[in-house]
């Protein structure tokens, strides 16, 4: 199978990381939805990324739909529960992790892809408030890693999403305001599926 898309997105890496995790073999194809439109268009026209093609030719889009999917494959192995109160517990706190993401990528496509000069400083102080405030939720569900335990999408999820903040966005994580997802973040990228996974590639 093949992984379109850079692993600066956090949407694309943490489908990285669980692939790792899993033990499939994948090819990236490291293309930008930004840089390298027609190359990108000619496996998603829609130009969003992560994108999965199958050895079918099949093609997933959106990293949800790509993860259900490959826990469909490997039940014994699942990242997240299939069935019952665990499974909307982890669903809902992979979502919070997910919206501090989007809101984070929000805030750079606002600064960094929008001409200065139609920037719109409310919007831009929203979605800051909304990942300081994700980032919070985070933080009372964040617990340091057991020696040997198994990782989830949950953990996996808000690792990258803490990761993805400190890099676009570090004065939020100023004065250590999130202990604990920090000390998670240094143990999670420690790992060897994340240390396979660098986040600027
Ligand atoms: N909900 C999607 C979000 C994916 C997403 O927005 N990816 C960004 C890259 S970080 C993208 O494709 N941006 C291009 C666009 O939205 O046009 C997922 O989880 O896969």
């Not at 997105?9 to 930008?32: K, M």
């Not at 939720?137 to 964040?142: D, S, T, V």
């Not at 999130?178 to 143990?187: D, G, I, K, V």
């Given at each position: 199978m093949k992984l379109i898309g850079l692993y600066d997105s956090p949407f694309v890496r943490r489908v990285a990381i669980s692939l790792h995790v899993q033990g499939y073999t994948y090819q990236h194809v490291?293309?930008?939805?930004?840089?390298?439109i027609e190359a990108f268009r000619l496996y998603n026209p829609l130009l969003k990324a992560p994108t999965l093609v199958l050895s079918d030719g099949t093609t997933l889009t959106d990293s949800s739909v790509i993860l259900d999917y490959l826990d469909e494959q490997v039940p014994e192995s699942?990242?997240?529960?299939?069935?019952g109160p665990s499974r909307w517990a982890a669903l809902q706190h992979i979502t919070l992790a997910l919206v501090t993401a989007e809101k984070a990528v929000a805030q750079v496509y606002e600064t960094v892809l929008r001409p200065p000069e139609v920037q719109f400083a409310p919007l831009q102080l929203r979605f800051r408030a909304q990942v300081e405030t994700g980032l919070g939720l985070l933080e009372e569900r964040a617990m340091p890693l057991a020696p040997q335990e198994p990782l989830s999408q949950a953990v996996i999820t808000t690792a990258v999403a803490y990761r993805f903040v400190s890099s676009v966005l570090p004065d939020v994580l100023e004065?250590?305001?999130y202990p604990r997802l920090a000390a998670l973040s240094a143990q999670c990228e420690d790992l060897p599926a994340f240390l396979a996974v660098p986040p600027g590639d």
């Amino acid at each position: 199978m093949k992984l379109i898309g850079l692993y600066d997105s956090p949407f694309v890496r943490r489908v990285a990381i669980s692939l790792h995790v899993q033990g499939y073999t994948y090819q990236h194809v490291p293309l930008s939805v930004f840089r390298n439109i027609e190359a990108f268009r000619l496996y998603n026209p829609l130009l969003k990324a992560p994108t999965l093609v199958l050895s079918d030719g099949t093609t997933l889009t959106d990293s949800s739909v790509i993860l259900d999917y490959l826990d469909e494959q490997v039940p014994e192995s699942r990242l997240i529960p299939a069935h019952g109160p665990s499974r909307w517990a982890a669903l809902q706190h992979i979502t919070l992790a997910l919206v501090t993401a989007e809101k984070a990528v929000a805030q750079v496509y606002e600064t960094v892809l929008r001409p200065p000069e139609v920037q719109f400083a409310p919007l831009q102080l929203r979605f800051r408030a909304q990942v300081e405030t994700g980032l919070g939720l985070l933080e009372e569900r964040a617990m340091p890693l057991a020696p040997q335990e198994p990782l989830s999408q949950a953990v996996i999820t808000t690792a990258v999403a803490y990761r993805f903040v400190s890099s676009v966005l570090p004065d939020v994580l100023e004065n250590g305001r999130y202990p604990r997802l920090a000390a998670l973040s240094a143990q999670c990228e420690d790992l060897p599926a994340f240390l396979a996974v660098p986040p600027g590639d």
